[in-house]
């Protein structure tokens, strides 16, 4: 990565990698919006395959952690996200309180392990 | 302003964009790159997909493609949101701002205030909302940045633990169907899988399949 850092390059690589790929959806439905009914097949399925696909990147980032991530030990990562969830389910399904528990118990683990 | 510092969703976003920053600090991408990209795409999921994917050696088609298929969502919400913002003086040329700023949080904004402003204020409403949510993403993306190189290991992946915290819980809280539920647990499960197989678009692969599945079992129900 590191020969492209700032430059022009790395600017057509984030306009053609990830802004009109990402754009295009929007513009189409400026464009062609008017007849899609939200509650439609194809839109039930379009949201399933883009649910799956984030919850994929959240299962990369935890299995191949990035940089300071991975001086985490696997089962403490995996441990801290499933404690987050169950603070977030026992607090009727609270985001704020959920993170907050899923970073005190990777915390709390890292400082007890030294 | 109000509105976007009363927002709940804003503490959400402020820490995915912490989470970037740090990300995209630990991948080795440039501060004005990542400032570019939260400007330009400014959809948190297509960033971090992106900057991993990007990161961890993929090709710029490869990561397109990922990129793509994750903003098929925006799609539905530009839909459903637009009509909204519309009245009979509007041009097309008008709402091209306002739909670059729609995103899931953006979106769900829209839907709780948009009774208390008054239609053909709507659009400037929009542009209000955006520009402030983006200023606050901005300063979060740089913060994140700035913490992750000068932080201690162990704070700096708290901030990267971040970004899948938020993301998990705030899909988790959108599901609204069985297929929704379905979906994110086997995409949970499917990628570690498929990482196995080491294709260079594991996400694609794990994503389309656990995605389509959730589906089919969507389907089988209903007919029952």
């Known amino acids: 990565m590191s020969d492209f850092i700032g430059d022009w390059h790395a600017l057509l690589v984030l306009v053609i990698a990830g802004f009109l790929p990402n754009e295009v959806w929007r513009m189409l439905g400026l464009w062609f919006g008017g007849g899609i009914d939200e509650g439609s097949e194809l839109l039930v399925w379009v949201r399933a395959v883009a649910t799956a696909i984030l919850a994929g990147v959240i299962a990369q980032i935890l299995v191949l952690p990035p940089g300071s991530l991975a001086s985490i030990p696997d089962w403490l990562r995996y441990g801290a996200v499933a404690a987050g969830f169950a603070v977030f389910m026992l607090t009727r399904r609270s985001i704020f309180a959920g993170v907050v528990g899923g970073e005190a118990v990777m915390l709390a683990g890292k400082w007890w392990l030294g | ?224």
């Open chain 2, 1 to 224: 302003m109000r509105s976007v510092a009363s927002t709940v969703l804003t503490l959400v976003l402020f820490a995915t964009y912490l989470g970037i920053g740090a990300l995209a600090h630990d991948t080795h991408f440039s501060l004005g790159w990542v400032l570019a990209s939260t400007v330009l795409v400014w959809a948190g999921p297509a960033q971090i997909i992106l900057i991993s994917t990007l990161g961890s050696g993929a090709t710029v088609v490869q990561a397109a493609i990922a990129v793509t298929v994750s903003a098929i969502r925006l799609f539905p919400m530009v839909v459903s949101v637009l009509p909204m913002m519309r009245t009979e003086q509007t041009k097309r040329r008008h709402l091209v701002l306002a739909t670059h700023f729609i995103a899931v949080t953006l979106w769900v904004e829209c839907f709780r205030l948009f009774p208390q402003v008054p239609r053909e204020r709507r659009i400037a409403f929009t542009h209000g909302l955006g520009i402030g949510l983006c200023s606050v993403c901005l300063f979060a993306t740089t913060l994140g940045y700035g913490l992750a190189a000068n932080l201690p290991p162990l704070l700096g992946a708290a901030i990267l633990l971040l970004t899948p915290l938020a993301f998990l819980l705030s899909t988790a809280r959108n599901c609204r169907q069985l297929s929704d539920v379905l979906a994110l647990v086997l995409g949970l499960a499917l990628f570690p899988l498929v990482s196995l197989l080491q294709t260079g678009v594991d996400i694609l692969i794990s994503g389309i399949s656990a995605g389509t599945i959730a589906y089919g079992v969507h389907r089988w129900r209903e007919r029952q």
